[in-house]
């Protein structure tokens, strides 16, 4: 193959076989909570695994990717773009099209000085914990005329989390509601870090009413439409809770790999 031919990756058994079970454990969940397996959107986070395996998870048509540093997600994004583009200029030795670029999704907190970059690349950000956070996503999408699309996060009394109190939920989501470049589209919470099952279940109970709390007092309530609850270790839980869209990373990439420069600060 000429050494600017597109490349074709080949993708790993063991990653296949994690993928198709978490995919297999969330039809599952779905269908117990009453619900179909294609009502779930699973977000891979894939802020320790190799860039490439990204790319074989990119390969085997997964397209909602997540990373907890807004600079990794936007070394990835451009990457995997580029790859993008290389199919499509070698569409006869790649023996395909380009496929549909993935959409990136900022998933850890994000400071204010983070902004600007995440608001380039990321198709919605999970974080959004006050309201001068919100203003400065507003000020930097103004900028690009263009609508960036968050939902607020709520902790339920953990101090050393992120997020807002519940009771607070509805007031920033009033408050968010004249920006013209911000749109909340749902909640995200974390349950505890415990072996309590039936703790982290209340949290996720918790959070659907108040999911469902701000669907009733907002006007236009089809807009809030997204829960992101759950991770690898209880992304069946927060299904059966009311959860329609899951973070799972371990469960889908496996032991973390660390690449060159991926543990330095994240710096713009």
Not at 223 to 236: A, T, W
Request: charged share 30%; with cysteine; hydrophobic share 40%.
């Amino acid at each position: 193959m000429p050494a600017d031919a597109a490349p074709r990756t080949e993708n790993s058994p063991m990653l296949k076989d994690r993928y198709e079970d978490v995919l297999r454990r969330v039809g599952e969940a779905a269908r117990r909570s009453g619900r179909r397996p294609e009502d779930i959107i699973v977000v891979a986070v894939t802020k320790k695994a190799s860039m490439d395996l990204v790319r074989e998870l990119f390969e085997l048509g997964h397209r909602h990717f997540g990373e907890n540093r807004v600079q990794q997600l936007a070394a990835r994004a451009a990457q995997i773009e580029e790859y993008r583009e290389r199919i499509d200029e070698h569409p006869v030795s790649s023996g395909r099209s380009a496929p549909d670029s993935p959409l990136w999704h900022m998933v850890g907190a994000l400071q204010r000085n983070k902004v600007r970059k995440a608001t380039e690349t990321c198709r919605l950000i999970h974080s959004v914990d006050s309201l001068r956070l919100a203003e400065e996503i507003q000020i930097q999408s103004s900028k690009r005329d263009r609508v960036t699309e968050v939902l607020i996060e709520v902790n339920f009394g953990e101090v050393q989390k992120s997020g807002i109190a519940a009771p607070a939920v509805r007031h920033l989501v009033d408050q968010m509601g004249s920006m013209l470049n911000v749109r909340v589209r749902g909640l995200m919470c974390m349950a505890p870090d415990t072996e309590d099952q039936a703790l982290v279940r209340n949290t996720f109970e918790r959070c659907h009413e108040v999911f469902e709390d701000v669907r009733k007092f907002i006007r236009e309530s089809d807009r809030i439409d997204i829960l992101s609850m759950g991770m690898s270790n209880d992304f069946e839980t927060a299904i059966e809770c009311g959860a329609n869209l899951v973070r799972i990373g371990h469960a889908i990439v496996g032991d973390p790999v660390v690449e060159s420069g991926e543990d330095e600060p994240d710096l713009d």
